[in-house]
């Protein structure tokens, strides 16, 4: 089985190409340069593999929450590809994809991921490790770093993505557990989303290009003047 993966939730661009299971991948921090490197990176990747896109067997997407801008770039881009080749898509969370890294990498059994939101939020889910694979432990929410529900099942976690650069203290605070390691610069990368697709796509839970969306988790981009008047007062307090 042939699959590309594409993600762009984030200030990083990384795309993935599984050949029956050997894995070839571009990642590089590209910022608002996402929208002309992605393009790019994919040529090379696919050149690297002798690979012609319709030789594709089906695509994966980052499908965030992350950077609203970030997060359109990279499902519309890879809609588009699937529309025009008629291939299925399998959506896959940048958090679920931040927690298989740090699995991968460490060996954790659980795993807490976290990306700034901003307007003094987070997006967060926790996973544990199953079968090597992160499954989620609820549903991923955005809200502020104190009040994101109970605490976490008690165990060994890791820590994962930005958001744990800024809130640390505020999760650890909340979630009720010490995480080790830490690691805020931790980013999605593309090679992780497939590593997570493969079951699910050969259990045909893949979707039509048609029906990819992203995953927002909000409406709204930046707080009202009102609510930064507000958060300034309750900085000064």
């Known amino acids: 089985m042939k ?8 200030e990083a661009c990384s795309v993935a190409l599984d050949l029956d299971g050997a894995v ?22 696919l050149a690297e593999a002798g690979v012609l896109p319709g030789q594709l067997d ?5 499908v965030g929450p992350g950077s609203f801008s970030g997060v359109r770039i990279g499902v519309a881009y890879v809609k588009g590809l699937a529309l025009g080749l008629d291939r299925p898509v399998l959506p896959v969370s940048s958090l679920a994809m931040l927690a298989q890294g740090a699995i991968r990498r460490y060996g954790v059994a659980g795993v807490l991921a976290a990306l700034d939101a901003r307007m003094a939020e ?8 199953v079968d090597g694979l992160a499954q989620p432990l609820g549903e991923a929410v955005v809200a502020p770093p104190s009040r994101l529900g109970p605490p976490v099942p008690p165990g060994e976690y890791a820590a994962v993505g930005g958001g744990w650069i800024d809130h ?6 909340c979630l009720g557990v010490v995480p080790v390691p830490v690691d ?6 593309a090679a992780d989303a497939l590593a997570l697709a493969r079951p699910e796509i050969a259990a045909g839970r893949a979707l039509a290009a048609g029906e990819l969306q992203p995953l927002y988790l909000r409406n709204r981009v930046a707080l009202t003047q009102a609510e930064q008047e507000a958060a300034r007062r309750h900085r000064t307090i």
């Open 168 to 173: 640390g203290e505020a999760l650890r605070a």
């Open 122 to 129: 987070v997006y967060f889910c926790a996973y544990a490790a």
């Open 58 to 62: 089906g695509l994966v997407c980052g």
């Open 24 to 45: 070839l991948q571009r990642f590089e921090v590209a910022g608002r340069e996402q929208s002309a490197r992605l393009p790019q990176m994919l040529q090379e990747l």
């Open 3 to 10: 699959l590309l993966a594409v993600d762009t939730a984030t």
């Open 184 to 189: 805020g610069a931790a980013l999605p990368h």
